[in-house]
């Protein structure tokens, strides 16, 4: 499957692989200014958007070119292009039309995506899909990128010499600017789809299905790119980025998120909406930066009474029950959860489910009022089964919930229960990609790895989470309260049991082993 990005070739030394390592990522959404963004101030070093390679690189077409170029982040060579070029020529009108009308698609796409942004009155739609079939020999190449319980159905991928030429000729007949608005709202489609995916149940699907559409749904991101008035496109832009918080929040891309957020509102003419604010204010407590989110969870509110968003006001409750929560002030978080159910709707259209507000409480007072926890906990299993013929399961919630009762079992002294809960919440956080819930999961295996005399897959544990959190936040990231403390609690008993050379040896085999490799130990 292909997920990593496809730059233009002037934006080649940005390419953005994976996940970040060394600070913020520069992405194709814009660059990063500063440390720390400001939420809707001016976005510098802007690029143009891309209608084929620069004039001072095009190739004479079909003249001999020594070197080779960059084309969207990979090497192409003269004799490519050329090749290209000869296929083109090959074509009927028609099937060079499609040619250059798929050349906007960055990444794989479907019949489906064809359809919709390819047919027109010059393609119309009962024939576009046989042209397609005529055009796939010579200038696409079949993919299979299926996730698991999607329909069989064809997915095509455009080489880039083959896309450089459509790409070319497209701006030559002047219809790229119509193309791009319709991949543009075509990508609206495909993150709403996505959304309604992820409030269903469906969360793993709603998460492939947005990482294998990523590629096109960036370049829809990125307002710089639109064909018209930057600020006519940032509105899609915000919106395409909103419908995707899960993606960010929960499936571990927070610094990806802020950053396509930040560019977005940046460029925004008028007043940002309750819920795009919200995901601002989330992505900074994700990034751990509390005091960051503050600022914005007064303005979502004002939006949301101004807007009359009611649902965005049980959002802003969850959210100030997690930086609550982050902040270890567990009262308090327990409080603004149980507000949240209080004005969530019975089936949430977006965002955080009941059962992760039922999973908040049980956390925040699993240390310090068992008995509450647990009834919380039985909620959350109650709410979830009057609506499980409906809408499914909340992956993401059970794994949190997972640790609460983790913790209580430890509380109890049924270590082997403990253990058991932690790890099924490390299983699940590393299913769905969120760095922060796997490190406080194994943080608090290895504290019943400590308990249990297990020290040595206890010291494994703690090194493979100081890998993980290095690998994925900056060096000013500061984990949530809940974590520090079981955090300091496994480290005081470890020094106990090993001395300095021993525990700095057990610490880098488990960075070298890495949690995956860990999780699935007994």
Known sequence: MRMGFEDPPEAAERTFRGGPADGEPALRGGPVTEERPSWGAPVGGERPSWDGPPAEERPSWGAPVAEERLLWG?????DQLAAAERGYDRCGPAERILWERLSVFEGTFGRDAVLEVCASWTLPPRTVLAVLDRLVPLALLPVDDLFAGEDEVPRYWMPHPMRAVGA????E?????DLLLRHRRWCVTLARRAADWWQSGRQLDARDLALRELPDLAAAMDPTTAPHARDDEAGTAVEIAVSLWFLWVVCGRVAEGRTRLRHALALLGGEPTARALWLAAFLELESGRPEEADPLLVRAWAAAVRDGDG??????AHLRGSTALYQGRT????????????????????GPTRHACWAGIALALCRTDPEAAQEALDQADLDRESRWSRRGRDLHAEAWASIARAELAAWDGDLERAAEHARRALREHLRMGSAAGAAGAAELLAQV????????????????VDLLRTSVFDTSYRPAEFCVVTRARSER????????????????EGARRGLFALAGEA
């Open 173 to 177: 007949r002047g219809d790229r600017p």
């Open 311 to 316: 649902g965005a006001l049980g959002l802003l």
């Open 168 to 171: 070319r000729r497209l701006t």
């Open 331 to 350: 009262r308090a978080a327990a409080e603004e959860f149980r507000e949240a159910l209080a004005l969530m709707e019975e089936y949430p259209e977006f």
């Open 74 to 78: 990979e090497p192409v060579s003269a």
């Open 493 to 508: 008993a470890l020094r106990l049991l090993l001395g300095g050379r021993e525990l700095r040896y057990a610490y880098e």
């Open 449 to 464: 790895r400590v308990s249990a005399g297990r020290r040595d897959a206890a010291a494994h544990l703690l090194g493979a």
